[in-house]
C-alpha cells in the first residue's frame, strides 16, 4: 500500500503560512478544499513550488479540509500532506506528555513533482484540490 505511517510531532503543523524566498513578486490570496476520497483532509499541509524551480514557495496548514495561503502568480508544483492521527506516543513514560502518531493519507505517487498542477492567476483565486486513495 502506498501509505505511510509516521511520528510527527504537532509543532510541525503549527505554522500557519511560509513564504519561502523573496523576490518582490506580488502575491495573489489562494484558498480552497482538499479532499482524498471525497472527504475533507482533517490536517496537513499544501505547498506551492514554481514549476521552473524560480522564484518563492507558499506553504499552509490544512485545516478541516480548507487552506488558506498567498502564492506567487505562476505555474506551480503543489505538493499536499494528509495526517490522521492513529494513536499516541508517551516517550518520557506513562505519565509523560503524549506525542501524537500520524499516519500519512495521501498517496505516495502525489509526492512527484508534476502529479499536482496549478497555474495561480490574479482574479482567480480558488484552487480544490481532490485527491484519490490507492486503486
Same mark, same amino acid.
Given at each position: 500500500?502506498? *501509505?505511510?505511517?509516521?511520528?510527527?510531532? %504537532?509543532?510541525? /503543523?503549527? &505554522? @500557519?503560512? /511560509?513564504?519561502?524566498?523573496? %523576490?518582490?513578486? %506580488?502575491?495573489?490570496?489562494? %484558498?480552497?478544499?482538499? @479532499?482524498?476520497?471525497? !472527504?475533507?483532509?482533517?490536517?496537513?499541509?499544501?505547498?506551492?513550488?514554481?514549476?521552473?524551480?524560480?522564484?518563492?514557495?507558499?506553504?499552509?496548514?490544512?485545516?478541516?479540509?480548507?487552506?488558506?495561503?498567498?502564492?506567487?502568480?505562476?505555474?506551480? !508544483?503543489?505538493?499536499?500532506?494528509?495526517?490522521?492521527?492513529?494513536?499516541? !506516543?508517551? #516517550?518520557?513514560? #506513562?505519565?509523560?506528555?503524549?506525542? #501524537?502518531? *500520524?499516519?500519512?493519507?495521501?498517496?505516495?505517487?502525489?509526492?512527484?513533482? &508534476?502529479?499536482?498542477?496549478? @497555474?495561480?492567476?490574479? &482574479?482567480?483565486?480558488?484552487?480544490?484540490?481532490?485527491?484519490?486513495?490507492?486503486?
Amino acid at each position: 500500500m502506498g *501509505y505511510r505511517r509516521s511520528h510527527i510531532s %504537532s509543532w510541525i /503543523l503549527a &505554522g @500557519t503560512v /511560509l513564504l519561502v524566498g523573496c %523576490s518582490g513578486e %506580488s502575491l495573489m490570496p489562494v %484558498s480552497g478544499d482538499v @479532499t482524498l476520497d471525497g !472527504n475533507p483532509i482533517e490536517k496537513g499541509t499544501i505547498r506551492f513550488m514554481p514549476v521552473d524551480g524560480v522564484g518563492p514557495a507558499a506553504e499552509a496548514k490544512i485545516e478541516q479540509g480548507r487552506y488558506e495561503v498567498l502564492v506567487p502568480a505562476g505555474k506551480k !508544483n503543489v505538493f499536499i500532506r494528509g495526517l490522521k492521527t492513529i494513536g499516541h !506516543n508517551y #516517550p518520557s513514560g #506513562p505519565e509523560g506528555p503524549a506525542i #501524537p502518531d *500520524y499516519e500519512e493519507l495521501v498517496p505516495t505517487r502525489y509526492e512527484r513533482p &508534476g502529479a499536482i498542477q496549478c @497555474t495561480i492567476v490574479e &482574479g482567480d483565486p480558488r484552487r480544490d484540490f481532490e485527491l484519490a486513495g490507492e486503486p
